[in-house]
């Protein structure tokens, strides 16, 4: 379940009753009941500070938060995270009031950030208190804002995975999606200086040395992180966005914006096409013609 020992102490009889309570009232197995339980009270409980009752943990608005807000997996993942936690929430809370959930696939979810919001998250990395934290989270924008790394890209990502040459700064990204992501030239000289001092089997983002590759490991950081007053907390699927809608505002050439996003079908990008800035007349013309192609 990879929760840090103390921490699944602290929750564990909770959980553990809770599904108890739950697996011969639904389709689902124990053991996916207990993986999306414990990591939801795991941040709800040990992150978010929340009582261990389940009257609190189970609200639908506190579920609707943490699928919409706080995981940063792709929409089909919290998609079905949303619906166990909400049968959890039926069987668990059978009089409990209803409430508006929010879309998953709702504008504000995916909506890039403006260049006065990368100001803002540019001032959130350097405002952390401590050098590691604040490496955390320069790297966090560099290669979710700059590269359009998933979450747990970044964490499984090593020194050894970045390459500094005369052509930029080249990713190479590990996992089942393995691909080279050239990072945006915006982007370089804060990753050069995130990176500096560490040694080629160093992870990037989290303790250099760590063994584990907790998903929940960019999560905790981004809720436990200095946040200045009024700026909601970085998301980094609103960074992905943001590196999307750049290349696709630059025109860059599809077929390498699919290759480094790790998109196989063009209709996952083609959403994102509604922030993109249209086409005067003139430029319009010219693409259409072939002016601009050869």
């Not at 790790?262 to 693409?287: I, M, S, W």
Request: with cysteine.
């Amino acid at each position: 379940m990879e929760i840090a020992p103390q921490r699944w102490e602290r929750i564990r009889e909770f959980v553990e009753d809770a599904v108890a309570v739950t697996a011969p009232n639904c389709a689902y197995t124990t053991s996916r009941l207990l993986i999306v339980c414990s990591h939801y009270v795991d941040w709800a409980v040990n992150i978010a500070s929340l009582p261990l009752q389940p009257q609190i943990l189970f609200r639908l608005e506190l579920i609707s938060r943490y699928t919409s807000e706080v995981m940063n997996q792709a929409e089909g993942t919290r998609r079905n995270y949303r619906a166990i936690l909400l049968r959890i929430s039926e069987i668990l809370l059978p009089d409990r009031p209803e409430a508006e959930l929010t879309a998953l696939n709702s504008r504000v979810s995916m909506e890039p950030y403006s260049d006065a919001d990368l100001t803002r998250l540019a001032f959130w990395a350097r405002g952390q208190n401590t050098p590691g934290r604040e490496r955390n989270a320069t790297v966090l924008l560099a290669l979710c804002a700059g590269g359009g790394l998933w979450s747990n890209e970044v964490c499984e990502a090593r020194r050894e995975d970045i390459q500094f040459d005369a052509h930029g700064v080249l990713v190479s990204v590990r996992g089942s999606n393995a691909r080279y992501v050239p990072l945006l030239a915006r982007w370089e000289p804060w990753l050069r200086v995130a990176v500096t001092g560490l040694d080629a089997g160093d992870r990037v983002f989290g303790s250099p040395t760590r063994k584990n590759n907790s998903k929940n490991l960019v999560t905790a950081f981004i809720h436990q992180s200095v946040q200045p007053h009024g700026m909601p907390r970085p998301q980094t699927n609103r960074m992905r966005a943001t590196w999307l809608v750049t290349h696709l505002a630059a025109r860059t050439d599809m077929r390498a914006l699919m290759t480094a996003s790790g998109v196989g079908k063009f209709e996952n990008l083609a959403r994102l096409l509604q922030f993109v800035p249209k086409l005067d007349t003139v430029a319009y013309r010219q693409h259409l013609r072939g002016e601009l192609n050869t």
